[in-house]
């Protein structure tokens, strides 16, 4: 009796151990996974290495002071990759967030760059360059300023005056400093704008830590202005002035050597 009871225990326990040895490639969940991971695989060629997504052209829009072709060229190497040890240009993995970045430090008259993906193989790059609000010349460069009074373009001065007021120093600058600050530069371009609006042509400005020169291009006449002081009213009060001297009635018709405008009185020599 006891034998025939071990005898149907050793029976029970070998069946169980053989259910446990079945094999696991008659497991569904393990074909679950190797079918996710085979999906997963292709996918991942499919977006990285496959032809479709290959950066195949690279779209510039809105250069004016940048090469295009530059642009493109730099654009097109930061879309080169390894991954896993294999070259790829996939628009997929493209980091336009970096090459961004990289652009805007490179290309001094870019103020902001958009890169934007184009399906399949296409990326599109809108950049947008800093407006020239004066001319700087410092020795015989002449540089483009924007509304910050960065340097950011060399520039030819003949081509842009008198349609922009001529900052000039004896200082030496060079791009990517700052020649003039912002509040400087935007009270230069109020005077000259509304001098230029009365036929008033100012050849070209120096700033000082206590005035603010310009001179006058028909008669070489000197003009001191305040850049604390409002500038429309010193504005008006050089037109009186230089319609005084230009009287016939006047006796220092032709005899100033500059008119100071920096204080409640009016200085003239």
Known sequence: MKKQRKKRYYQTKKRSYARKKKSIFKNRFFWYFVLLIVAGAGIFYLLVFSPVFQLKEVIIKGTSFINASEAEGAISRQAEKNILFFPTRSIIVFNSGKTETLMLKRFLPAQKISIKRQFFNKLIVNIFEREPKAVFCSSENCFLLDQ??????????????????????????????????????????????????????????????????????????????????????????????????????????????????????????
Not at 150 to 158: G, S
Not at 169 to 189: K, P, T
Not at 229 to 241: C, F, R, T
Request: proline content about 4%; glycine content about 4%.
């Open 148 to 269: 910050e009074g960065l340097i950011f373009q060399p520039a030819e001065k003949e081509i842009y005056f008198p349609n922009k007021a001529v900052i000039v120093s004896e200082e030496s600058a060079g791009l990517g400093e700052r020649a003039i600050s912002r509040e400087d530069l935007v009270f230069i371009n109020d005077i000259f704008g509304q001098l230029k609006q009365g036929n008033i042509l100012i050849k070209e400005f120096r700033v000082f830590p206590s005035k603010i020169e310009a001179a006058i291009s028909e008669s070489e006449l000197l003009v001191y202005f305040n850049s604390q002081k409002d500038p429309e009213l010193q504005v008006q009060d050089l037109i009186l002035v230089l319609e005084n001297q230009n009287s016939p009635d006047s006796e220092n018709r032709g005899a100033q050597e500059y008119i100071d405008l920096r204080f409640d009185k009016i200085f003239l020599k």
